[in-house]
């Protein structure tokens, strides 16, 4: 046993896939520029970006769709993107570059590993985790993200005004992280005891969410602040 959550058990299976020549493009060119390691020590927010707007970090950005929309939607704001998928992360930098966006930045590490050995204390403004693996079957759930261990270390890193927005689609997982947050006497949720919150227009609808809503399926959205009172 350790007390390093990212030592204990993986969350995320890495799945291989071959580039596409824009995503290997993407990584290849983007990645000296926009891109940070662990081996870069702390991450500085006021030295990475050229703006001074919110800290904004989004875990498990997959080939960042909504997170390249986000940024584009609201320059004056700064972007952290976390993946483990090279692809999604070329796909990503692609997209900055075509774009022109200057308030996008990327790690391409496991999401834990960075918050501990990266990120500094209540420095977050908002942290996003949208659709992560839900580990469906019961014996897999140990795997899930959102765990009390998990959500303690990210109020570490959320300002006294910090806000953690997480969306699933899978029903019994967002049971799940309601029960978690809620049992974090740090986080308050702004919708209320138990609800959850209309998506919000900063959340950018997804093809796979609007193929879901087609097909009947839901969605949850959880926004939770962080109490100032505890910050310490």
Do not use: C
């Not at 501990?116 to 693996?133: K, R, V």
């Not at 969306?167 to 609800?195: F, K």
Request: aromatic share 8%; charged share 25%.
């Amino acid at each position: 046993m350790t007390d390093r959550i990212g030592q204990r058990i993986k969350s995320f299976v890495i799945r291989a896939g071959r580039m596409t020549e824009s995503q290997q493009k993407g990584w290849t060119n983007g990645f000296p520029l926009h891109g940070f390691q662990l081996s870069d020590k702390n991450f500085d927010w006021d030295q990475s970006f050229d703006v001074a707007g919110r800290r904004i970090l989004e875990i498990g950005f997959g080939m960042g769709d909504s997170l390249v929309a986000m940024a584009d939607q609201n320059s004056g704001d700064r972007f952290l993107g976390i993946e483990v998928h090279t692809p999604g992360v070329g796909k990503l930098l692609s997209e900055v570059d075509k774009r022109s966006l200057k308030n996008l930045k990327v790690f391409a590490e496991d999401a834990v590993q960075v918050l501990e050995d990266a990120i500094p204390p209540h420095s977050i403004d908002l942290l996003q985790i949208f659709f992560p693996d839900p580990w469906h079957k019961k014996r897999h759930h140990k795997r899930r993200l959102i765990q009390p261990e998990f959500v303690q270390l990210v109020v570490s890193r959320l300002s006294g005004s910090g806000h953690l927005h997480l969306a699933t689609d899978w029903e019994p997982y967002a049971e799940h992280m309601m029960e978690v947050l809620s049992g974090n006497s740090a986080l308050t949720n702004t919708a209320g005891p138990g609800n959850y919150i209309p998506r919000p227009e900063s959340r950018p609808e997804t093809k796979f969410e609007r193929r879901g809503h087609r097909l009947g399926h839901g969605v949850w959205d959880l926004m939770f602040a962080r109490a100032t009172s505890d910050l310490a």
